[in-house]
């Protein structure tokens, strides 16, 4: 670890502030920044800014208490994918009952709550307790995903929530990854006003009017101009 | 492929350059209400299907008697989206009071409306997640010639406005995989239309072209009926509805024909491949153009975005659309041709070339002789003062002059000889008689005015 932080750094720790909170708290930029490169810039949706950066939390999270990188994205990645059958099941399952929004939420997600708290029982019977012992926070914050994810599949269809979740899962795990990466992490405490550089970034994607690069896949017979039907 | 890749309008595009400038919070609000739309429509002279009753809170719905329902009709939210929360009853069941069916036979219960009711009312399809109004409007009834391509539901007409002028437009057909609803990401099928024709063109589902729907028809070349009532009912709602970049959906009554449906705020991309064209060329060619009336809107998407069917469209309107310099042909004496850029010029009279131009064009004898006897006579003025019958008496012999005129144009009054050429303007052979003066010191050597512009129209950029 390198030992030599920023005057501003060094202030916030003499004051109190962990050095892992004021780390992550210079981090979320960068993690936001990330999110909307990959909208604006690449055309991956997700499920907007915020759940995809609280999944990357989580996942950071998970991995710091395992004490490993990998564990991270192990556990993460398999509660963020039972979280989404569950859902998916649970949906299914309430349909017939015709319930309001909000109540028939509240049960999808009491589902999937269970559900979690099974998984970590098997785990614990098959004396795997890697998963167990993380903390609670972190899949608590996995578990509301659920509500994103069935929301959008009301609105805009499985397909469409299966893709945005996929989406959801690709951006967090990339975002992971960075945060993790120990030379960032020495570099934003060396030099944590570099992450105002951000700003910039936005304002630059803010006027961007290219087309995305997803949008080149999407377009492909249009700008090969391949007319598939012979006239 | 990266020249191709400039003319598509992408997200960040539409987003940018032409959602938030044109379509203002107060526009895009009124789109999102259903019901405030059919109101302002209305008043407008649009047609919108009926409404029957709207509820409005816990007590409306409480007080209302289902059995005054018709027997068929839609049940909406009203500020719901994507199609979601809408149900579509078909019919009466037989032989039951207050029962009805859906597209697939399931039963419709008054219980069932209740809770759907409920469900609207407590915002579970709204756009903000806030409480909601249901309504029920009447139900549009197939239209006999799109019975063999949809399913369970009614084909619409997305048509994209721009600057009053309809810019691209798509017909949007329901299928199993979509549910019966014409939404494109639930595997609905798009199909791009001519604009001049109205006449179906390429069709694509999930973004990728089809050939033929899932039953096996060709989905090419179908005629949508009143195709210019249609665009004139597009650029109407444009008007009133105050949304620049307009999306407008209009679907087609067995009885009563066209019918608004929405107003769409933010119009997808999918309309430019089941077109094969990118919308920013269209865009871009309608920006800043004035369109006083409707008519002139629809003329001009009409006699600009029709494709291949374009010709028979400007042989019945008989006019073609040209820009303010175009490459022409002059053939001269001896079928001489030449070609050249000419600058299109409506506040000119005749047309005119110039000096060394005519001669390449075989009539250097005439301007030899038009020239000696001009000087003979002096000054122009003197000219003036004689009889047409005197003028054309004096240049009898010149070689291949028809006649002289008397010009007046910002560079002062001058004494010009006519000779009779052929003009090729796209495409168009035009016989012209044209003036012929020195023009070295202008841009362009030919200048065509009003006398050959008769089966134009011109476009200014």
Redesign the interface.
Same mark, same amino acid.
């Given at each position: 670890m390198s030992t030599e932080y920023s005057q501003l750094v060094n202030v916030a720790l003499a004051y109190g502030v962990p050095l892992n909170t004021v780390t992550l708290i210079l981090m979320l930029p960068i993690v936001v920044t990330i999110i909307t490169f990959f909208r604006q810039v690449i055309g991956i949706k997700a499920f907007g800014i915020y759940t995809p950066a609280m999944i990357t939390f989580a996942f950071f999270s998970i991995g710091a208490q395992a004490g490993d990188f990998s564990k991270g994205i192990k556990y993460g990645t398999s509660i963020f994918i039972m979280v989404i059958l569950i859902g998916t099941l649970s949906r299914i399952l309430m349909k017939r009952f015709r319930l309001l929004y909000l109540p028939r939420m509240a049960i999808v997600i009491t589902l999937v709550a269970l559900a979690t708290l099974a998984v970590l029982m098997i785990g614990g019977f098959f004396k795997r307790t890697g998963l167990a012992g993380v903390e609670i926070f972190p899949i608590l914050i996995m578990i509301t995903l659920v509500e994103k994810f069935v929301s959008t599949q009301i609105e805009k269809g499985s397909r469409i929530a299966i893709i945005l979740s996929l989406e959801t899962l690709i951006i967090s795990l990339i975002s992971y990854s960075i945060i993790r990466w120990q030379p960032l992490i020495s570099f934003v405490q060396q030099y944590p006003w570099t992450i105002l550089l951000t700003i910039l970034i936005n304002i630059f994607l803010g006027h961007w009017t290219g087309l995305r690069l997803m949008e080149y896949f999407r377009f492909k017979d249009l700008i090969s101009g391949k007319n598939v039907l012979k006239k | =492929?990266f020249s191709? #890749?400039k003319n /598509?309008l !992408? =997200?960040?595009?539409r987003n940018? /350059?032409y959602i938030r400038p044109n379509n203002l919070k107060s526009a895009k609000k009124l789109a999102d209400d259903k019901l405030r739309c059919k109101r302002v429509l209305k008043k407008a002279k649009v047609p919108v299907p009926r409404l029957i009753k709207s509820i409005k809170t816990q007590e409306d719905l409480d007080n209302f008697d289902f059995s005054t329902l018709p027997n068929s009709f839609v049940l909406k939210p009203n500020f719901g989206? !994507?199609g &979601?929360g809408i149900m579509v009853v078909y019919g009466r069941k037989k032989g039951s009071e207050n029962v009805w069916v859906k597209a697939n036979r399931s039963p419709v219960t008054e219980d069932?409306l209740r $809770?759907h009711i409920?469900?609207i009312l &407590? !915002? #579970?399809f709204s756009r903000t997640g806030t409480s909601d109004v249901a309504f029920f409007e009447e139900r549009i009834k197939l239209y006999p010639g799109f019975k063999p391509y949809a399913f369970r539901g009614v084909p619409d007409i997305r048509i994209i406005v721009y600057n009053r002028v309809p810019v691209m437009a798509m017909m949007r057909i329901p299928t199993e995989a979509s549910g019966g609803t014409s939404n494109l990401?639930?595997g609905g099928i798009g199909i791009g239309i001519d604009m001049a024709t109205g006449v179906t063109t $390429?069709a694509i589902q999930y &973004?990728?072209?089809v *050939?033929k729907s899932p039953r096996g028809l060709l989905l #090419?070349g179908i005629k949508i009926p009143q195709w210019k009532n249609i665009l004139e009912l597009a650029i109407k709602a444009q008007d009133v509805s105050r949304l620049g970049y307009l999306g407008a959906d209009i679907a087609i009554d067995r009885e009563n024909g066209p019918v608004f449906m929405e107003l769409n705020a933010r119009p997808g991309?999918s309309i430019?491949?089941s077109n094969? *064209? !990118?919308l920013l060329t269209r865009l871009n060619r309608v920006e800043g153009l004035k369109i006083k009336t409707v008519r002139r809107g629809v003329a001009l998407s009409q006699n600009l975005f029709g494709g *291949?069917i374009e010709e028979e469209i400007e042989g019945l309107s008989g006019k073609r659309i040209i820009g303010t310099v175009e490459r022409i042909k002059i053939i001269g004496r001896n079928k001489k041709e030449i070609k050249i850029e000419a600058k299109v010029d409506t506040g000119a009279g005749f047309t005119s070339i110039d000096l060394d131009l005519a001669k390449e064009l075989g009539f250097s004898e005439t301007m030899e002789e038009y020239e000696r006897i001009y000087l003979e006579q002096g000054e122009w003025k003197k000219l003036e003062n004689l009889t047409a019958k005197e003028r054309k008496l004096l240049f009898k012999k010149v070689p291949y002059l028809v006649d002289t005129a008397i010009i007046n144009s910002s560079h002062g009054t001058s004494y010009r000889p006519i000779v009779r050429v052929k003009i090729i303007m796209d495409k168009k052979m035009i016989p012209a008689r044209i003036t012929i003066i020195d023009r070295q010191h202008l841009k362009y050597p030919v200048i065509i005015g009003r006398r050959n512009l008769k089966q134009f129209l011109v476009e200014v950029k």
């Open positions: - | =492929m191709k #890749s /598509i !992408g =997200m960040n595009a940018l /350059i989206f !994507g &979601d069932y $809770t409920k469900n &407590d !915002g #579970s990401h639930r $390429t &973004d990728r072209v *050939e #090419s991309l430019q491949v094969q *064209e !990118g *291949e």
